[in-house]
C-alpha cells in the first residue's frame, strides 16, 4: 500500500510540476511522556520530507480535551493544506474537527476514533481496529492460561483504550475489569501492585501502552506474582521484556505509518483530483513475541 500511494505521489509530481510547499499540521493527544508519539512525529516528518511538504506537530502536555480542541481550531485558523489528528474523544473534539472540515481543510483522523472519524467529515482514519485487537490478545491471552484478567489504562477518556480493554475481557467471555493507572510511571507500578495485592486470583494483566506495560513488570516484580503479561505498542523496554521472557506478547500497530500514511494520503487528495484510497488503512495488529521480537526490532530501529 505504502509503495503504490508514494508511486502514485512520484507520477502526479512528474505529471504536474513542482508544487507550492504544502504545509500540514498534525495534533495528537499525547501529554509529553509516552514513548509512543515521537515515533508517530518522526514518521510524519519523514513523509512530509519525502513529498516536499512541511509538517508542524503540536500536542498539549495538559492532556485536556478542551485544550486540544483549541489546537485544532488554532491550526483551521491558520489554513493549512490539511490536518491529520487524533481522535481520542469525539465528543470534546468533534466540533472543532467539524468546524475545520466546514472551512474545506481537509482532515485525517489517525490512531483512535475510528468509529467516529466519518461522520465529522473526515477523508478517512488511520489505525488499527482497536476492539479487534482487545479480542486478538484476549484470545491469545484465554488460549495461554489466563482466567482472571486486569487491563491497565493510562488514559480513561481515550475510546481507544477501552476498546481494546473491553475486546480483551470479551474475549475471555468475561466482565471489564479496568483501573485507570495514569501516564505517570511511578503510580502506573504503585496502582498495578495494590490490584494484584487485593485480589490474588488475577493472573493476567493487559497493558495497553509499552510505558504502562513497562511499569506493570516492575510491579508484577514487586509483589512476587506469577501473572501472564501483554502489552500494546512498541518501545525499547518492551521488547527486552519480551526477549527475557517477562512478557509474552506486545500488539503493534505500526505507529510510524500512522504518522506516514496521512501526509501522501493528504498529498494526493490535494494534488490529485481528490484521489484517496478505497478504505481506511488499518495499520494493525500485529503480534510481536519471543518468535520475531529480535527481527523487529531490528526492523523497526528499536534499540537502546
Not at 514518521?43 to 480535551?65: H, I, P, Q, R, W
Request: glycine share 10%; with cysteine.
Amino acid at each position: 500500500m505504502k509503495r503504490l500511494l508514494l508511486a502514485a505521489a512520484a507520477a502526479t509530481i512528474a505529471a504536474t510540476g513542482a508544487f507550492a510547499q504544502e504545509r500540514y499540521v498534525m495534533i495528537t493527544h499525547t501529554q509529553g511522556t509516552d514513548p509512543f508519539w515521537p515515533v508517530v512525529e518522526k514518521g510524519g516528518k519523514d513523509a512530509a520530507e519525502d513529498v516536499g511538504a512541511t509538517l508542524e506537530y503540536n500536542f498539549d502536555v495538559s492532556g485536556d480535551m478542551a485544550a486540544m480542541a483549541k489546537l485544532i481550531e488554532a491550526a483551521a485558523a491558520s489554513q493549512p493544506d490539511g490536518i491529520i489528528v487524533s481522535l481520542p474523544d469525539a465528543a470534546a473534539l468533534g466540533p472543532a474537527i467539524r468546524a475545520a472540515v466546514a472551512d474545506g481543510i481537509p482532515v485525517v483522523t489517525i490512531n483512535s476514533g475510528l468509529e467516529s472519524s466519518k461522520e465529522l467529515g473526515a477523508l478517512m482514519h488511520v489505525g488499527q481496529p482497536e476492539r479487534e485487537a482487545g479480542f486478538a490478545a484476549g484470545e491469545r491471552a484465554k488460549a495461554e492460561g489466563v482466567t482472571k484478567g486486569l487491563c491497565l489504562n493510562q488514559e480513561a477518556f481515550n475510546t481507544a483504550l477501552v476498546d481494546r480493554c473491553t475486546g480483551y475481557f470479551d474475549a475471555m467471555g468475561a466482565e471489564l475489569n479496568q483501573i485507570d493507572v495514569s501516564n505517570d510511571p511511578t503510580q502506573i507500578q504503585t496502582r498495578t501492585a495494590a490490584a494484584l495485592q487485593a485480589d490474588e486470583s488475577i493472573d493476567g494483566v493487559l497493558a495497553v501502552g509499552p510505558h504502562v506495560c513497562e511499569a506493570a513488570n516492575r510491579a508484577i516484580e514487586e509483589v512476587g506474582a506469577d501473572v501472564h503479561l501483554a502489552c500494546f505498542d512498541l518501545s525499547p523496554g518492551v521488547m527486552d521484556m519480551i526477549e527475557a521472557g517477562q512478557a509474552s506478547f506486545t500488539i503493534d500497530q505500526q505507529q510510524r505509518l500512522q504518522g506516514y500514511m496521512p501526509v501522501i494520503v493528504l498529498h494526493l487528495y490535494n494534488n490529485s483530483a481528490g484521489l484517496l484510497p478505497g478504505a481506511n488503512i488499518p495499520s494493525g495488529p500485529g503480534f510481536v513475541d519471543a518468535s520475531n521480537a529480535a527481527a523487529v526490532k531490528e526492523l523497526a530501529g528499536i534499540d537502546r
